[in-house]
């Protein structure tokens, strides 16, 4: 079992940079493969990022390759995305989930934190 969550969401104006950071309980948090999705009004939920166990493997979606970068330190049980040069079209609350594969299926994940609201002004 593994519990997730979420911080540093927050407004920030177009151009710039946010943090988010996801805090892991449970033993075998090392274990999973990470992924960051998120999800607008009216909007389903959508991949941004995932990152294997042992960090050395990630991949993006192709609306922020370049911009986001995802990283986790295991001892600290903790991942997190980078966020920059943020568009408001990034306006989203941003989930991580836990799954056993390094993937962009929303299906292969099988724990979820709440979320954090990331709003991105003009």
């Known amino acids: 079992q593994v519990q997730l969550v979420e911080s540093g969401g927050g407004l920030v104006q177009a151009g710039g940079s946010l943090r988010l950071s996801c805090a892991a309980s449970?033993?075998?948090?090392?274990?999973?493969?990470m992924g960051w999705f998120r999800q607008a009004p009216g909007k389903e939920r959508e991949f941004v990022a995932a990152?294997?166990?042992?960090?050395?493997?990630?991949t993006y979606a192709d609306s922020v390759k370049g911009r986001f970068t995802i990283s986790r330190d295991n001892a600290k049980k903790t991942v997190y995305l980078q966020m920059n040069s943020l568009k408001t079209e990034d306006t989203a609350v941003y989930h991580c989930a836990a799954g056993g594969t390094t993937v962009q299926d929303i299906g292969a994940y099988d724990y979820w934190g709440q979320g954090t609201q990331v709003t991105v002004s003009s």
């Open positions: 990152i294997n166990w042992s960090g050395d493997y990630t």
């Open positions: 449970g033993r075998t948090f090392s274990s999973y493969a």
